[in-house]
Nanobody
Framework: QVHLVESGGGSVQAGGSLRLSCGVSGATDSANCMGWFRQAPGKEREKVAAIERTGNTRYADSVKGRFTISQDNAKNTLFLQMNSLKPEDTAMYYC????????????????????????WGQGTQVTVSS
């Protein structure tokens, strides 16, 4: 089992920045692919970004160039740096992990509407006001 706990959410004005963190514990060796997802009220969950253990990253088109996913393997922490935030970024943000490195592959991530991750955190709220 992999246990995930998100933090760093909050309220910010449009154009501002936030940095989300996700602490990873338990069977950390099973977290070979890590990702961030979000879900706005009344909308379906959507993918945001993913990172392989090797460091390769994937991004949704809506956040490319504004968000950066990174990880500190020594501290078992995943990050999402969010810059130039827009009101449409308002959502609950979830950290996710999967044991299969293939989950982070470009062919799977980009061509799968909602990639399947085995482990999920409880989420942290991000609210961007105009």
């Amino acid at each position: 089992q992999v246990h995930l706990v998100e933090s760093g959410g909050g309220s910010v004005q449009a154009g501002g920045s936030l940095r989300l963190s996700c602490g990873v514990s338990g069977a950390t060796d099973s977290a070979n692919c890590m990702g961030w997802f979000r879900q706005a009220p009344g909308k379906e969950r959507e993918k945001v970004a993913a990172i392989e253990r090797t460091g390769n990253t994937r991004y949704a088109d809506s956040v490319k160039g504004r968000f950066t996913i990174s990880q500190d393997n020594a501290k078992n922490t995943l990050f999402l740096q969010m810059n130039s935030l827009k009101p449409e970024d308002t959502a609950m943000y979830y950290c996710a992990a999967d044991a299969w490195a293939r989950t982070c592959s470009g062919s799977y991530w980009y061509f799968t509407p909602l990639p399947n991750f085995a482990y999920w955190g409880q989420g942290t709220q991000v609210t961007v006001s105009s």
